[in-house]
T-cell receptor
């Protein structure tokens, strides 16, 4: 029972490159979320999805793109990475008020 | 931005001691969740509370939904070294469980 997984766990990329972070859940949860966690800001919602092909912006969506063609996958793409996007990214899923988080991806943009 | 205030921000305790932390808001919440985050890992759900006054336990952890619905408390009894981590409170905005508020966390350190 894998639950929710994220890949890669660590990524270093250069400014201006496109990078995609993957999230996969095995619970068939309807809702999926992307957060970023930074010192001094806590967890901030980037995008969320209520179902396949339904996505909406969160608190800090600029510079990010999401898609959800299948219920179990919710990739997050940084179209042109910037240093300010250096962060730890968490994916979460839920079917109720209880959100379950993945292990995170630590992204460094140089 | 965050609307949940957690205190204390950090704690240094001796193994075996009991721990109390709380989370307050200026707004009413209908659900309170408590998470623990270990270094380098994602937050793990510990306890979920759904009713004002509710008291729920998970092993050595006990959480309460405050009667004013503006606060919640988490207690850890007989702390052990593996309790080290950051504890977050969280809750949805109104009945929209797509949009959560998270507290800034209480960092717990346990000395063996």
């Amino acid at each position: 029972d894998a639950g929710i997984t994220q890949s890669p766990r660590y990524k270093i990329t250069e400014t201006g490159r496109q990078v995609t972070l993957m999230c996969h859940q095995t619970w068939s949860h309807s809702y999926m979320f992307w957060y970023r966690q930074d010192l001094g800001h806590g967890l901030r919602l980037i995008y969320y999805s209520a179902a396949a092909d339904i996505t909406d912006k969160g608190e800090v969506p600029d510079g990010y793109v999401v898609s959800r063609s299948k219920t179990e996958n919710f990739p997050l793409t940084l179209e042109s990475a910037t240093r300010s996007q250096t962060s730890v990214y968490f994916c979460a899923s839920s079917d109720s008020y209880e959100q379950y988080f993945g292990p995170g991806t630590r992204l460094t943009v140089t | 931005g965050q609307q949940l205030n957690q205190s204390p921000q950090s704690m240094f305790i001796q193994e075996g001691e009991d721990v109390s932390m709380n989370c307050t808001s200026s707004s009413i919440f209908n659900t309170w969740l408590w998470y623990k985050q270990d270094p380098g890992e994602g937050p793990v759900l510990l306890i979920a509370l759904y009713k004002a006054g509710e008291l729920t336990s998970n092993g050595r952890l006990t959480a309460q939904f405050g009667t004013t619905r503006k606060d919640s408390f988490l207690n850890i009894s007989a702390s052990i070294p593996s309790d080290v981590g950051i504890y977050f409170c969280a809750g949805p905005r109104y009945y929209n469980f797509n949009k959560f508020y998270f507290g800034s966390g209480t960092k717990l350190n346990v000395k063996p």
